[in-house]
């Protein structure tokens, strides 16, 4: 089936290290975004991909990086810069104008 | 620069009654508008979208949304409530290009009481 796939679903991780989060589609888009999702903050834009090997900052940037090698992949980093990475990730590509959305990861930091 | 504000955090419906979710986008340019449906502990999934057709817009499971410039809104509404529309409803605008940045207001979750 086609679709985004996001890995792993539930991620703990001590403080201070960095972590790799994954985001796969075989939906052939160009676009590719990273949004996080706290309680009552809605979905903040991270990072997003028009095309390979080009990305753009969203809103809320720092402590996290990026890479697009290729087409399907888009993964997300999240450095011990980010001052408090615990939260709800979602991966989403995009075509025609309509988003779709990846089953999330949530990353806790302990 | 863009965004949208959804009024109201929370909204609590009685089974059968009217649905209705309001939205207000900011956009130095006409934007693309879009209502998405999120159940607990997933992704997002698209109820409906404008883009610059028709400004009554029909989505899945009953809901529809009006674009009114004239207000720069985007409210969603279905005539009646089903338990199952349980859930937290995010508005999104874009700029109309099919790939640019798309941003999320707050989202409002819907309660639906028997």
Not at chain 2, 17 to 44: E, H, K, T
Request: hydrophobic share 35%.
């Amino acid at each position: 089936d086609g679709g985004i796939t996001q890995s792993p679903k539930y991620l703990f991780r001590k403080e201070g290290q960095n972590v790799t989060l994954s985001c796969e589609q075989n939906l052939n888009h160009d676009a590719m975004y990273w949004y996080r999702q706290d309680p009552g903050q809605g979905l903040r834009l991270i990072y997003y991909s028009q095309i390979v090997n080009d990305f753009q900052k969203g809103d809320i940037a720092e402590g996290y990086s990026v890479s697009r090698e290729k087409k399907e992949s888009f993964p997300l980093t999240v450095t011990s810069a980010q001052k408090n990475p615990t939260a709800f990730y979602l991966c989403a590509s995009r075509f025609a104008g309509d988003a779709f959305f990846g089953q999330g990861t949530r990353l806790t930091v302990v | 620069a863009q965004s949208v504000t959804q009024l109201g955090s929370h909204v609590s419906v009685s089974e059968g009654a009217l649905v209705l979710l309001r939205c207000n986008y900011s956009s130095s340019v006409p934007p693309y508008l879009f209502w998405y449906v999120q159940y607990p502990n997933q992704g997002l999934q698209l109820l409906l979208k404008y883009t610059s057709a028709a400004t009554l817009v029909k989505g899945i499971n009953g809901f529809e949304a009006e674009f009114k410039k004239s207000e720069t809104s985007f409210h969603l509404t279905k005539p009646s409530a089903h338990m199952s529309d349980a859930a937290e409803y995010f508005c999104a605008v874009s700029p109309t290009d099919s790939w640019g940045k798309l941003q999320f207001g707050a989202g409002t979750q819907v309660v639906v009481t028997p």
